[in-house]
């Protein structure tokens, strides 16, 4: 079984700091790759950031580069979005997702229910 839990959003104002976590278990994070993604009301499904033990891959959007950060902890199969200087357009549902191999769009055939990460004042 392959399951992934994300926890950790909540309601934070603009420019504060918030760290999601995503808890995967029934595989090993050796053979996946783990992304990040998000989605408002309204509008598309976003990557925003993806690692991969496979090829040392990380992956950033452009709008989370500089300001958020990705890490991996195997031993516990525990991934972090480290989540600084927050604007409100970073609000949205986060996701992890978790797909065999190396990062990559596309083709993450596992998902977690998604915790709510507001950024208001």
């Known amino acids: 079984q392959v399951q992934l839990v994300e926890s950790g959003g909540g309601l934070v104002q603009p420019g504060g700091s918030l760290t999601l976590s995503c808890a995967a278990s029934?595989?090993?994070?050796?053979?996946?790759?783990i992304g990040w993604f998000r989605q408002a009301p309204g509008k598309e499904r976003e990557a925003v950031s993806c690692i991969s033990k496979t090829d040392g891959s990380v992956y950033y959007e452009e709008s989370a580069t500089g300001r958020f950060t990705i890490s991996r902890d195997t031993a516990k199969k525990m991934v972090y979005l480290q989540m600084n200087s927050l604007k409100v357009e970073d609000t949205a549902v986060y996701y992890c997702a978790a797909r065999r191999g190396s990062c990559w769009m596309a083709d993450y055939g596992h998902w977690g229910q998604g915790t709510q990460v507001t950024v208001s004042s």
């Open positions: 029934g595989f090993s994070l050796d053979y996946y790759a």
